[in-house]
């Protein structure tokens, strides 16, 4: 038993890493963690090409502290004495800047006309910012550089809940949930998938019929699901290394730092039980769905039900690292199938006593006590039911059988 | 004997597939297993292999219940057939072989025998959805043998083969049946079968509607058809004194004729002697497929 089971789960294993999706997927995998790490840095630099490069006119004493201040957030070109009429061409003209601020001093303070090339998308709040010190230096009479000494103020900010000690940890472990909680379901969602592709091939070219005449449908099975949740971890561990990679390059190491701070043992053996719990729930499913179908054209419409509690799964764990108390995100971390997603999140975000997390794994393991021998069973005889799609009063008859 | 199946019941919901099989197979003989479309021959050979578990009644292998252990010296060639497109010839054949117990090395030494008999050697590392159906018809024979069964189970081995591989996989069973294999099968190609099997079970309906040697077949058969030359109103006189006999057809100068079993064919033959010139007197025994549209037709 133990010798098939391993040779289904090799060839299944070997199979699967040299599968075009599982290829494919792990280097798009790759590729998007890598472009999303860089996007910020590549749309900064954009927006300090583009939008950043502006140009001040006004008197010339007021125009040198204004440059002073909107130095902060800009880059300043010296484009003289503005015209009447500013117009596009002499924005273009003037470095191609994206607009012209001019200040004057107005009754009680200061006024700012801001000339843009795209008003909409011109961020005149930064400018209200920049120049809040000379506005109030213009009706104090205090000089503008002591006033912007007051503009910062320090903040700290200091956890009393127990959780997270400071406000960088509380957003680490945020970040790091949602990237595990994402991993959790890209593997789920594409693993399970390929399983049930695997599995339709088997049946729809009738090699499952040689398969369960040599070996037990349960070694099959078994070896199927633990070849592809193997395949799903390590795509798990080449995105994570990536990840790891691009938030180095992106932040420095201070920043693997802390991410790895957030990592604890208990967050890895928790996390690694809710995945190994939730991937076999939901691959069991979909493997006993596929060995319905007899045409893989069927395969969609036949697992599209077992998609949306994963879906669902996702979105209240997006919701729980928000709210991690509420109750609809309490009632549902302990729901088979939607709490490897909600009671990991909630165990990240907040302080769950550790008998709520053991309940919730509790019920995850009854709930498998039922799925493995169901989706066993169905999975046996739905491989020799040929012909048109089953009913499900056809289905419930064969499994009384 | 080596395969016993002993009243042997199976049904799916209210569709009863088979309903009363019986039949015993000896140690290295080959069996024909023979019935329509439908009559329940597939399902009886998933029961033996124990894909299938059958309602009532038993089928032996070596006198015991077929066990895991027992299923792992089975080989099996479903009618429908199943390869991974994407798995080259030859790993595909060492992967069943090692399904079914065979070590690694073992394995390829097995697979490049049967990859040689069976003409697949150009073949051995192209992925199986490259190749005909024919080939890989072939290929699938070769994951059904390459463990060396003691028990080959094979449904319509030779369909959708053309002369030249049907001759090939015909070759290779009669190999087989000389190094003591075990083979069931089924065919619509009776002379095929005719030919290579030893016994036979005819099912129709789910059941049993004759079974045994074709010797022991053709004994049990009633008439026997007598090709007699030439057509001449004297030698109908003479067959028209058999009870039972009656003309079947007549043209070319020759008359065909169907008279019971039991004639005293060397008194029939003295009595057209001397009634015509007599230049052909064959009395033939019934062939497998006209015993098979008998037996499925009449039940017992």
């Not at chain 1, 008003?119 to 009479?141: V, Y």
């Not at chain 1, 349960?218 to 699901?225: C, D, E, F, Q």
């Not at chain 2, 070759?171 to 083979?183: A, I, P, V």
């Not at chain 2, 003309?247 to 004639?263: F, H, K, M, Q, W």
């Amino acid at each position: 038993m133990l010798a098939e089971f391993g040779l289904v789960f090799s060839a299944e294993f070997v199979r699967r890493i040299r599968s075009r999706p599982f290829l494919i997927g792990t280097g798009v995998g790759v590729l998007m963690i890598g472009v999303f790490s860089v996007l910020p840095a590549i749309m900064e630099r954009g927006e300090s090409n583009a939008i950043k490069q502006i140009g001040v006119t006004g008197p010339p004493a007021l125009r040198s502290q204004a440059d002073e201040l909107l130095r902060a957030d800009f880059v300043v070109n010296d484009v003289g004495a503005a015209p009447t009429n500013v117009t596009r061409a002499f924005l273009r003209d003037h470095d191609n800047i994206t607009a012209l601020v001019e200040v004057e001093k107005a009754i009680g303070g200061l006024h700012v006309d801001v000339y843009a090339d795209d008003p909409g998308t011109f961020p005149a709040g930064r400018i209200t910012q920049d120049l809040a010190p000379l506005n109030i230096a213009l009706g104090t009479g205090i000089p503008a550089h002591l006033v912007a000494q007051f503009r910062s103020i320090r903040i700290d900010v200091h956890g009393v809940g127990g959780r997270f000690e400071t406000a960088i940890g509380a957003d680490a472990t945020r970040g790091v949930t949602m990237f595990l909680v994402s991993i959790l379901y890209l593997v789920t969602l594409l693993n399970s998938q390929m399983l049930t592709a695997s599995v339709a091939e088997e049946k729809t070219s009738r090699i499952a019929e040689l398969l369960v005449a040599a070996i037990s449908p349960a070694s099959l099975l078994g070896g199927k699901v633990l070849a592809t949740g193997l395949a799903g971890i390590l795509q798990l561990v080449i995105w994570s290394v990536a990840e790891l990679v691009a938030a180095g390059k992106s932040g420095g190491i201070q920043n693997v730092q802390v991410l790895m701070s957030a990592i604890t043992p208990e967050v890895v053996i928790v996390f690694l039980t809710f995945f190994v719990i939730g991937f076999l729930e939901y691959s069991l499913l979909y493997a006993a769905a596929a060995s319905l179908i007899s045409r893989v054209e069927d395969l969609g419409s036949f697992t599209f039900p077992l998609v949306l509690p994963v879906i669902a799964a996702f979105f209240l764990a997006q919701f729980a690292l928000q709210a991690p108390n509420a109750q609809t995100v309490l009632v549902t971390s302990f729901i088979p199938l939607l709490s490897p997603f909600v009671m990991f999140t909630r165990f990240m975000v907040a302080t769950v006593p550790f008998w709520q997390v053991g309940l919730a794994i509790l019920f995850n393991i009854a709930a498998l006590a039922v799925i493995v021998p169901f989706a066993g069973k169905l999975y046996r005889v739905g491989l020799l039911l040929y012909g048109r799609t089953p009913k499900l009063s056809q289905i419930w008859t064969v499994l009384r059988t | 004997m080596a395969l016993e199946a002993d009243h042997v019941r199976r049904s799916f919901g209210s569709v009863a597939a088979v309903k009363d099989v019986n039949f015993s197979v000896n140690s290295g003989a080959t069996f024909g297993l023979l019935g329509p479309n439908g009559a329940g021959k597939t399902t009886m050979m998933r029961m033996i292999l124990g894909i299938l578990v059958a309602d009532s009644g038993e089928i032996r292998w070596n006198s015991g219940r077929i066990g895991r252990n027992a299923r792992r010296l089975f080989g099996y060639l479903p009618e429908e057939r199943g390869l991974y497109g994407k798995m080259k010839v030859k790993e595909h054949i060492i992967y069943f072989a090692r399904l079914h117990g065979v070590g690694s090395a073992d394995a390829a030494a097995k697979a490049d025998r049967w990859i040689a008999d069976l003409g697949l050697g150009e073949y051995a590392d192209r992925a199986c959805g490259e190749l005909s159906k024919g080939n890989q018809q072939k290929v699938q024979l070769a994951c059904a043998g390459a463990h060396d069964p003691e028990l080959l189970i094979l449904d319509e081995p030779f369909s959708g083969l053309d002369p030249v591989n049907a001759q090939t996989v015909y070759e290779k069973l009669e190999d087989l049946h000389k190094s003591g294999t075990t083979l069931v099968l089924s065919s619509h190609q009776m002379w095929q079968l005719e030919t290579l099997c030893d016994s036979f079970c005819i099912i129709a309906g789910g059941t049993t509607r004759a079974a045994g040697t074709l010797a022991s077949l053709r004994s049990a058969w009633p008439m026997r058809t007598i090709h007699i030359q030439p057509d001449d109103q004297k030698s109908r006189e003479v067959l028209g004194s058999i009870d039972g006999a009656h003309i079947l057809s007549s043209g070319d100068g020759e008359l065909r004729a169907s008279v019971p079993a039991g004639t005293d064919f060397a008194a029939l033959l003295r009595a057209l002697v001397t009634v015509s010139p007599l230049t052909r007197f064959e009395p033939l025994e019934p062939t497998l497929e006209e015993i098979y549209r008998r037996a499925i037709v009449e039940p017992n």
